[in-house]
């Protein structure tokens, strides 16, 4: 498993969105940052919701 901090700069994404059981980002896994992203989009994330798809993760990326 390769951890998020070597794709992604977590920091600011933490700071963006805050989940209630957000764990220490050393140990985060990159879903859950691919899920932060899609948020920013306007993606749910409600448990029976699908994948975001590829539209939603474009909003959250341009955000």
Same mark, same amino acid.
């Given at each position: 498993m390769t951890p998020a901090r070597r794709i992604l700069t977590p920091a600011p994404l933490d700071h963006l969105i805050k989940n209630n059981n957000d764990k220490e980002s050393k140990n @985060?896994? !990159?879903s859950d940052y691919i899920t932060k992203i899609? @948020? !920013?989009g306007?993606? !749910?994330a409600r448990a029976l919701d699908p994948p975001p798809g590829n539209i939603v993760m474009w909003r959250g990326l341009s955000d």
């Open positions: @985060k896994k !990159l899609a @948020k !920013l306007g993606y !749910l």
